[in-house]
């Protein structure tokens, strides 16, 4: 099911009012960091928008399973500006970090990957997850990790892993400690009985 969720920014005072279900605040947090650059472009884009007027301009996103987020702006006291979907915002930045796998368990890692095939960033970064938590000593990983991961089974890592991360954790897929993510068993019976996904005859 897909939650919305709406931020509300007031240009005057800087307050930020957030709507949503109160499972999903520590997910929307994160999200709110991929959102916030995004309001000096969009005031740009939106030239009918008389933001020095303006009290205040409403964000809002929908959270779900797509690899993408859109964002859409619109001031309060006038017709909402036809939405528009932001990509200017700049890359996240990661790096690449010891796992302790020996060449043994990378070559086991690259096998379990191929066979599951996942298609789509989701199910990329949830097999990479699930695979390093099932065969290590770690309960959660860090973004480094799972970019990493990404890096060792030579998959193309995300704009906005974070993003990807917080549509996993709102889907149940996984749980957030912090800025971490670990596997829950709705992400684990996913990738164990769904993937590889059949093909439609």
């Known amino acids: 099911m897909t939650n919305i969720v709406k931020i509300n920014i007031d240009l005057n005072s800087g307050a930020v009012n957030i709507e949503a279900a109160s499972e999903s605040l520590n997910m929307i947090f994160d999200r709110l960091e991929s959102f916030l650059p995004s309001l000096n472009d969009a005031k740009n884009q939106f030239s009918n928008c008389d933001y020095e007027n303006a009290d205040t301009v409403e964000v809002s996103g929908e959270s779900s399973s797509n690899d993408e987020e859109s964002v859409s702006v619109e001031c309060n006291d006038k017709a909402p500006a036809k939405p528009k979907r932001s990509s200017s915002s700049k890359p996240e930045t990661f790096k690449t970090v010891e796992l302790g796998l020996d060449a043994e368990l990378r070559q086991a890692f690259k096998d379990f990957y191929a066979e599951k095939s996942p298609t789509g960033q989701s199910d990329h970064v949830l097999t990479v997850i699930y695979w390093l938590i099932k065969n290590t000593d770690k309960e959660f990983l860090s973004k480094n990790e799972v970019f990493t991961g990404l890096r060792t089974v030579n998959e193309k890592a995300p704009k906005r892993l974070t993003s990807v991360l917080s549509n996993l954790a709102l889907s149940s897929y996984i749980?957030?400690?912090?800025?971490?993510?670990?596997?829950?068993?709705?992400?684990?019976?996913?990738v164990e009985r769904e993937l590889p996904k059949k093909k439609a005859k």
């Open 175 to 190: 749980i957030k400690n912090g800025a971490n993510s670990g596997l829950h068993h709705i992400g684990e019976d996913y």
